[in-house]
């Protein structure tokens, strides 16, 4: 199965889109994925959306949210739709009012008979499980898989999950910035949960879902999920949407070579405003990214919007921190 999206060409200007969940004060690297789908977009003369990807409701609080507005606001980085307003011409940009929206799109699935309840819990899964060895995810062996193709979707009386049933052949497409990518769902990750057994709506499906409803043509995000990639093509294909074209950008780490986490506050938005100037930060996301040389002056978000190029992105998964930021100054 190859499902590879449409480019986009100079004529016809890129949507993007940042979707951060608001579950903590926004970190360098969260920043260095919001300015290059910023700058993508801007520099194509396309439009940029702002959605708060709240769908955890323990975790997601409306003060992180308002913190990741003010934030961009004072890095200079505006946007055209959403945000906690939710203005735009396809609202809700707050995944947690969207709830309507999914139940239709889960409706659609589940009508095709692909879609199954599950009781597995999470730690079922890891008492009986080796992790993925690329990185560490469990891949579900299809306990409870039905032997024939249940039609219709038929909710049990018990707590459940409700699972996709994926192809055991190749989904294969072209990342910006990676290239070539194929994976096998089946042995890559195995059916894969769309709604879990507390009603919570999961990330594949609603990111998929929001991403076609604002018209996003590309979707700009970490390494990290390039992956998942193929799991959202597989459910772009099924509810017979457009698919965006994707480049991921490499993880940013600390000078430990530990992953950037909100939980960590590791160089957090507040360390950063503390400490640096918005051109300062802009100067070092743009080094960081190579769209600027090593050494040299300040750079603002006009200047690199008139030099922005995805050839200049480095083709790696991760790029680790010095230990002063100041380096790149």
Known sequence: MTLTPAPNTPSRPVVGRFAPSPSGRMHLGNIFTAVISWLDARSSGG?????????????????????IEDDLRWLGLDWDEGGLDN???????CQSLASDIYTRALRRITDTGLAYPCRCTRADLNATNAPH????????????????????????????????????SLITFTDIVFGPVSSNLAHDCGDFVL??????????????VDDARMHVSRVVRGADLLLSTAQQLYLYSLLDLAAPSFAHLPLICNSAGRRLSKRDADLSMQTLRDNFTPAQIITIVARLAGLIPPAGPLVTLPE??????????????????PDDLKTFL
């Open 87 to 93: 203005l735009g011409q396809n609202p809700p940009y």
């Open 304 to 321: 690199l919007l008139r030099t922005f190029s995805w050839t200049a992105i480095p083709r790696t998964h991760t790029i680790r921190l």
């Open 195 to 208: 709604r879990r057994a507390d009603l919570a709506w999961a990330y594949q499906l609603a990111v998929v």
């Open 47 to 67: 439009r940029w959306i702002l959605r708060i990807e709240d769908l955890d409701p323990q975790r997601s609080k409306t003060v992180h949210a308002r913190a």
């Open 133 to 168: 060895s690329s990185d560490g995810r469990i891949i579900y062996p299809g306990t409870c898989r039905p032997a024939s193709r249940p039609t219709p979707f038929t909710p049990p009386p018990f707590p459940h999950a409700v699972r996709l049933c994926v192809p055991d």
